[in-house]
């Protein structure tokens, strides 16, 4: 649906958020620190843009009671004051895309299902992480606004002009405690965008698949992958990133459960172990011997203990075994 570039994220303020502002200026001053802390974690060192559409710019948003974002400023640690300098230069919906995103845009009105405001304002910066297929920025005031996703009923007029309306969903953050969940949603969005792609998959697999490692001949291998078969890499590739995401997450594992893998038997190693060899990152031949299934073709991989992670190095037509030479 965007028109963005793949690498950006967009983030939108949710005007709405500001409308209930903390008791205390500290207690506002800890939102939004916890709230940019919270940013810099999705972004991982990506490139980002932090727009406004709301009728208020971010710096007037109010955090507290006469207490705003630019009051905010003043008093912040330098790292946040250049991550906020950095990214939030936007006001309105962004140029960088395309026309027909932003008269889509301007042709639309997006409501909270359950806010009870008396004149239910059109949420705009809501909206607008929608359209862009970005992330909400909401401050905690309300428990409606400490969702990860925030339902709306997006409403617009398409060519003939005739109204249309359907619910939809946007990616909400909120605070630095979800900041890794909205992170790796993003993450298995991205994922799906390399189904039949294999130039993709092959050029961003070590961007979208951060959990695994790549051998030096996988390139080669993607490089003769059906386009038809590149979905099924994908899923699989998916799986293997989330098995070695949890793996590492606790220390308490002390193997991945690698769904639908299974090593090699004896007999196929002793006969035919050196198909089973390929580069890895450093250029080192290594025996790939635990395999899985992508439909008909084959993943072979390594586990590695320190530090941990999945190393594949095959992707491609069945090899030789014991059983089916």
């Not at 005031?141 to 969903?169: I, M, Y």
């Not at 949603?185 to 697999?205: D, V």
């Not at 991945?256 to 250029?283: A, I, K, N, W």
Request: contains cysteine.
């Amino acid at each position: 649906m965007s028109a963005r570039q793949p690498s950006i994220t967009w983030f939108v303020f949710n005007e709405l958020s500001a409308r209930v502002p903390a008791e205390t200026v500290h207690e506002g001053q800890m939102r939004f620190d916890d709230l940019v802390d919270a940013v810099a974690i999705v972004m991982n060192g990506r490139p980002a843009e932090l727009v406004s559409t709301g009728e208020r710019v971010l710096w007037d948003a109010e955090l507290a009671t006469g207490y705003t974002v630019g009051h905010w400023f003043t008093s912040a640690d330098r790292d946040r004051k250049m991550l906020l300098l950095r990214i939030a230069a936007k006001t309105g919906f962004p140029d960088e895309v395309g026309e027909a995103l932003r008269e889509r845009f301007y042709l639309s009105e997006f409501f909270v299902e359950d806010v009870a405001f008396e004149d239910r304002p059109d949420a705009r910066g809501l909206g607008a992480a929608y359209l862009l297929d970005g992330i909400a920025v909401s401050l905690p005031s309300e428990q409606r606004w400490r969702v990860t996703a925030v339902p709306l009923h997006h409403v617009w007029l398409d060519a003939r002009g005739v109204e249309k309306g359907r619910n939809v969903e946007v990616l909400n953050l909120f605070n630095r405690s979800q900041a890794k969940h909205v992170r790796d949603t993003i993450l298995e969005k991205a994922q799906g965008n390399l189904w039949g792609e294999p130039a993709a998959l092959r050029s961003r697999k070590a961007e979208y698949f951060p959990h695994l490692r790549f051998g030096l001949d996988v390139d080669n291998h993607i490089a003769q992958l059906p386009t038809g078969i590149v979905a099924a890499v994908v899923k699989k590739l998916m799986a293997l990133d989330h098995a070695c995401r949890t793996w590492r997450g606790d220390a308490r594992i002390k193997f991945p459960t690698l769904p639908g893998c299974r090593p090699e038997s004896e007999p196929t190693m002793q006969q035919y172990g050196t198909h089973r060899v390929f580069r890895d990152p450093e250029g080192m031949n290594r025996a790939y011997e635990i395999h899985c299934a992508a439909a008909s073709y084959r993943i072979h991989l390594r586990v590695v203990h320190d530090p941990r992670g999945l190393e594949i190095g095959y992707i491609g037509k069945h090899l030789p075994t014991k059983k089916y030479p």
